[in-house]
T-cell receptor, first 118, second 112 residues
Framework: GAVVSQHPSRVICKSGTSVKIECRSLDFQATTMFWYRQFPKQSLMLMATSNEGSKATYEQGVEKDKFLINHASLTLSTLTVTSAHPEDSSFYIC??????????????FGEGSWLTVV | GEDVEQSLFLSVREGDSSVINCTYTDSSSTYLYWYKQEPGAGLQLLTYIFSNMDMKQDQRLTVLLNKKDKHLSLRIADTQTGDSAIYFCAESKGDSSYKLIFGSGTRLLVRP
């Protein structure tokens, strides 16, 4: 089946630095990718929709200058957390929608990336 | 209020059936999904149902959809200890965005 890979799976960074998380669709093209954030024991919160070749669409309350999203190709979207602070520590999950897919099973999730800011 | 709501916790005995319930608010949702998340892991798609269906069965899983009441349920037959996890229902918004809105998740504990 279709696979979405996230890298790194775990990252620790110092407060004030930036960290980049990659989301790749390994065997399909993804026009649209989504970035979610999940706090411990909570649900997934949609942060933004990433569209290949255009600017990401951010959900209300998500700082676009803090969470930079780039979707430069049909198989790669990146999320950069800029000037990270401890409160940005979270589990970040991406999903990718297979281009041309119209049925319900064409959205695939990555394994998630744990970010810890110290 | 929340778009998608779920009860937080369910405990069943191994071998029994589990029923996890979900309510949603967007009547134009096209697809409704059930995902499973094990500790520290990503999401595994279990099953989905198109909004014009009222039931879907896939091996041990049965999804029931009551569109009038905007109620979705997931029944797991012969629940096993390996089924212990968090189960999320999600709705696909009825627009062209393909965004998924998730419920709060139901933590299923299967007792031996």
């Amino acid at each position: 089946g279709a696979v979405v890979s996230q890298h790194p799976s775990r990252v620790i960074c110092k407060s004030g630095t930036s960290v980049k998380i990659e989301c790749r669709s390994l065997d399909f093209q993804a026009t649209t990718m989504f970035w979610y954030r999940q706090f411990p024991k909570q649900s997934l919160m949609l942060m933004a929709t990433s569209n290949e070749g255009s600017k990401a669409t951010y959900e209300q309350g998500v700082e676009k200058d803090k969470f930079l999203i780039n979707h430069a190709s049909l198989t790669l979207s990146t999320l950069t957390v800029t000037s990270a602070h401890p409160e940005d520590s979270s589990f970040y999950i991406c999903s990718a929608r297979e281009s041309g897919g119209s049925s319900g099973n064409t959205i695939y999730f990555g394994e998630g990336s744990w970010l810890t800011v110290v | 209020g929340e778009d998608v709501e779920q009860s937080l916790f369910l405990s069943v005995r191994e071998g029994d059936s589990s029923v996890i319930n979900c309510t949603y608010t967007d009547s134009s949702s096209t697809y409704l999904y059930w995902y499973k998340q094990e500790p520290g892991a990503g999401l595994q798609l279990l099953t989905y149902i198109f909004s014009n269906m009222d039931m879907k069965q896939d091996q041990r899983l049965t999804v029931l959809l009551n569109k009038k009441d905007k109620h979705l349920s997931l029944r797991i037959a012969d629940t096993q200890t390996g089924d212990s996890a968090i189960y999320f229902c999600a709705e696909s918004k009825g627009d062209s965005s393909y965004k998924l809105i998730f419920g709060s998740g139901t933590r299923l504990l299967v007792r031996p």
